[in-house]
């Protein structure tokens, strides 16, 4: 297979932001590679040279990649700086100077290549780098360029979801009946180069057989939120409550002695939290197995938990060891997945909580526990429960459905979550995607940054939709360097799955997800979350930013139904105190 196939194929997808056209395009992409390399098509489609959770960095700036084009066009390093400035894309600076025909290199060569740049270690690497890339980009044509340039510079932006890819995967081999298969495969080994790899190969059965496996993290199941007690149990009947702590989410993975923490993101964290790792080797009595957890800091000398800014200082790749006899953690382990032999997902969660207290030895440290946990059918014990935990000061309370599997990846009325309400009508945060800001006047503009353009996402659709201008709740010293932190990824126009109507004097990627406390939903004709044809949209009221979350990714963030959701509650449900 050529790179200029997957090049063409790079072009059409990005020309559309229609999704049955993507999967269109993609499908026949899938039906034309050789079966054995469609994983690495899958994983070059989401910009990268395996699935997202891996780190693979290319480890060249900015500031280096200019030198690799111009060194392959044969033209002066700043007439390519020029014409990054003035256009902001470096792929089409690339495909602009480079104007050869290509050497016909193919997919299985780009790849290699890519790969040896970005294994490229030590003492001379980054020269070396600079050399590998400016020779690839020599042997190929300026638009085959164009998408290996934003690969190495992490901007590939295709807009292709990873539902579009099943769509895709499900159209070239099986048809409708494989793509439920398929999902279920990725939400538990969330890889989707493995899966489409498997299937291509051997087809729909060898799907279905997938299970989660230690090393390859499992989409988190997520919580649906209700107003009070009484609806929880109204909806649910009984219910397994437990506290819900405000800390940093971990899955733990364990394959005898190599031990994975993934966050809720998926980010591999193993070496960020040394005490974890420890603490499995001591206390799980399984050679393998993934469990589900929230890890809190707390203070040694007291024991009392610390508030969720200070357990997010402990996501730092550096001075590991320090931060760790300052801000020890611990795990509240509160579901199972494996364990040995068995799947656990499927299985009750009655049955999951027992296995999972089964699977847990005490400790003196006691650095992983099981969580607490009361059964009940009563709403008025329900409601002491969650607010005795609010007097300890927690957020609230999860309550479960004891009947039900472990859903990976799905965010539904199996977890219900009833949080502390705070002043205002809305009693809940929302957690919105930066997509844009705006410059704003006298003393802000002089940060260059006056609010933020927040979004939720609508996940059917792939569609980053606006919902509030955010102007407040940081200090001044935070604003900056949020400012810094988007300008990192700013896009030179509105990309195609932004859904505005609002102008931007700046858009970014989406990437960065901030909480947000409002007072109320209100509907908007400015803003286009819920809006559909003339009717006016919704947007939060008096928005301030509580926190920034880099522990979500965008697509994590409240959905567009969720909004819907909540402004029904408020207009039914009485204020609370
Ligand atoms: P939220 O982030 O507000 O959607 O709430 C769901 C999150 O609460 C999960 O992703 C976990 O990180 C966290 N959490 C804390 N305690 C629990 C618990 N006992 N069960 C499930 N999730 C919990």
Redesign the pocket.
């Known amino acids: 297979m050529q790179w200029r196939v997957i090049a063409e194929t790079m072009a059409r997808l990005e020309a559309t932001t229609r999704r049955l056209e993507q999967q269109a395009i993609l499908g026949a992409l899938f039906r034309q590679v050789p079966p054995d390399q469609i994983d690495r098509v899958i994983y070059l489609c989401q910009g990268q040279l395996a699935p997202p959770w891996v780190n693979i960095e290319f480890g060249l700036s900015e500031r280096l990649l200019p030198r690799a084009i111009a060194q392959a066009a044969g033209v002066p390093e700043a007439q390519v700086v020029a014409l990054y400035k003035q256009q902001g894309d470096l792929g089409l600076v690339a495909e602009e100077v480079l104007r050869g025909p290509g050497a016909g290199l193919t997919l299985a060569e780009v790849y290699a290549r890519l790969q040896e740049i970005a294994a490229a270690r030590g003492a001379g690497a980054i020269s070396r780098k600079v050399s590998l890339l400016a020779d690839l980009l020599s042997r190929l044509s300026g638009l085959e360029a164009r998408y290996v340039v934003r690969i190495v510079q992490g901007r590939l932006r295709l807009g292709v979801g990873d539902a579009t890819i099943m769509d895709a995967l499900a159209e070239a081999f099986g048809g409708k009946e494989a793509r439920p298969v398929i999902e279920r495969a990725y939400t538990l080994r969330a890889d989707l180069g493995l899966v489409g790899r498997l299937l291509a190969t051997q087809g729909v059965e060898a799907v279905r057989q997938i299970g989660p496996e230690p090393g390859t993290p499992v989409l988190?199941?997520?919580?649906e939120?209700l107003p009070s007690a009484e609806e929880i149990i109204r909806k649910v009947g009984t219910v397994a409550a437990?506290?819900?702590?405000?800390?940093?989410?971990l899955q733990v993975h364990r394959d005898g002695e190599r031990i994975w923490l993934f966050s809720?993101r998926l980010e591999d964290l193993s070496e960020t939290f040394p005490e974890i790792v420890r603490a499995v080797r001591r206390q799980v009595r399984a050679r393998r197995a993934i469990f589900?957890g929230?890890a809190l800091a707390y203070n040694p000398e007291t024991g009392e938990f610390f508030p969720f800014q200070i357990t997010v200082t402990r996501r730092r790749k550096y001075r590991i060891q320090e931060m760790e006899e300052r801000y020890p953690l611990r795990l509240?382990a509160?579901?199972l997945l494996l364990a040995d032999g068995t799947d656990y997902t499927p299985r009750p969660f009655r049955e999951r909580r027992a296995a999972l207290e089964a699977l847990i030895a005490r400790d003196p440290d006691d650095t992983i526990q099981v969580?607490e946990q009361i059964v009940t059918a009563d709403p008025r014990a329900l409601e002491r429960f969650f607010l005795a935990m609010v007097e300890r000061g927690l957020?609230g309370?999860?309550a479960?459905r004891p009947d039900a599997p472990y859903h990976a990846g799905a965010?539904n009325f199996n977890?219900i979550?009833l949080?502390r309400s705070y002043t205002g009508r809305l009693s809940e945060t929302v957690?919105v995607v930066i997509v844009g800001y705006l410059l704003g006047r006298g003393k802000r503009a002089q940060l260059g940054i006056g609010s933020l353009i927040g979004a939720v996402y609508d996940p059917e659709n792939n569609r980053f939709r606006t919902v509030a201008k955010i102007g407040s709740g940081l200090s001044e010293e935070e604003w900056r360097e949020l400012r810094r932190l988007l300008d990192e990824i700013r896009v030179p126009v509105k990309p195609p799955y932004v859904d505005a109507q609002i102008a931007a004097d700046v858009w970014v990627e989406p990437r960065y997800v901030v909480e947000v406390l409002a007072d109320e939903i209100t509907r908007s004709p400015l803003h286009t979350c819920g809006k559909r044809n003339e009717e006016p949209g919704y947007s939060l009221r008096f928005p301030r930013v509580v926190r920034i979350r880099f522990d979500r990714r965008p697509e994590d963030a409240t959905t567009e139904a969720e909004i819907l959701r909540l402004y029904e509650q408020q207009q039914t449900v009485p204020e609370r105190a």
């Open positions: 988190p199941a997520l919580a939120r437990e506290p819900k702590y405000d800390g940093l989410r809720r589900d929230e509240f509160f579901d969580t957020e309370i999860v479960k965010r977890w979550k949080k957690d």
